[in-house]
């Protein structure tokens, strides 16, 4: 079983649509989670770190369950812009930098 | 300048030659990294240093030779790389130096797109 597993996609949408992502981690001392967005031949820029309780930033809205060991990425209102490689980043607690990237969701948003 | 930099965008280069990848970071960070992102691959994690010290080397061929001369600039030598050797190299930097990461994840340079011919 991959460290960080996440479905490839390509998801494609219309604009206006509401997507989500899921990403499977199999270390259960897992302590912080990210999400990274990736431009297509660009670097990975953060676009939201994961708490426990959810977290939301405008559209986008992060979701945690340790339980069943996965995060989630929700999209409302999708844009043209959204359009992109989702990446799930995983570190466990004991650092040691050991951080392990997902390869990444595509999502294509279209008009 | 601020943020994560890296230096040629784009580099092409022979088996036999010898080039250097460079990246500086302006936030202050303590942790240095070089990641190697293959197409349709997650990135992959070559080279750690922390406080300028190197503290993981994720078993990388010696072709490929870091070196941190201080907390803000890091290079990637290079040496008689193979084709299988193109990818995009990204340097990255953080704030914590055990390698926790905090509620900051990772800045990233641009990278640089390496063909090898």
């Known amino acids: 079983r991959k460290e960080v597993e996440q479905d490839p996609g390509p998801f494609n949408v219309p604009e206006g649509a509401t997507v989500a992502f899921n990403c499977t981690y199999s270390?259960?001392?897992?302590?912080?989670f990210f999400w990274y967005r990736q431009d297509c031949r660009k670097e990975p820029k953060l676009l939201m770190s994961?708490?426990?309780s959810g977290n939301e930033d405008g559209r986008f809205t992060a979701q945690l369950n340790r339980a069943s060991q996965y995060i989630s990425l929700l999209i409302r209102d999708s844009k043209l812009s959204d359009s992109a490689t989702y990446l799930c980043?995983?570190?466990?607690?004991?650092?040691?930098?050991?951080?392990?990237f997902g390869a990444g969701t595509r999502l294509f948003v279209k008009a | 300048e601020t943020g994560v930099t890296q230096t040629p965008r784009h580099l092409v280069m022979g088996m036999t030659n010898k080039k250097s990848l460079k990246c500086e970071q302006h936030?202050?960070?303590?942790?240095m990294y070089w990641y190697k992102q293959s197409a349709k691959k997650p990135l992959e994690l070559m080279f750690v240093?922390?406080?300028?010290?190197?503290?993981e080397n994720n078993s990388v061929p010696s072709r490929f030779s870091p070196e941190c001369p201080n907390s803000s600039h890091l290079f990637l030598h290079l040496h008689t790389l193979q084709p299988e050797d193109s990818a995009l190299y990204l340097c990255?930097?953080?704030?914590?130096?055990?390698?926790?990461?905090?509620?900051?994840?990772?800045?990233f340079g641009s990278g640089t797109r390496l063909t090898v011919v």
């Open positions: 240093y922390s406080l300028e010290e190197r503290v």
């Open positions: 990255a930097s953080s704030q914590d130096p055990e390698g926790l990461t905090g509620n900051y994840g990772y800045t």
């Open positions: 270390n259960s001392a897992s302590q912080s």
């Open positions: 980043v995983v570190t466990p607690k004991t650092g040691g930098f050991k951080t392990i």
């Open positions: 936030l202050g960070h303590n942790a």
């Open positions: 994961v708490y426990s």
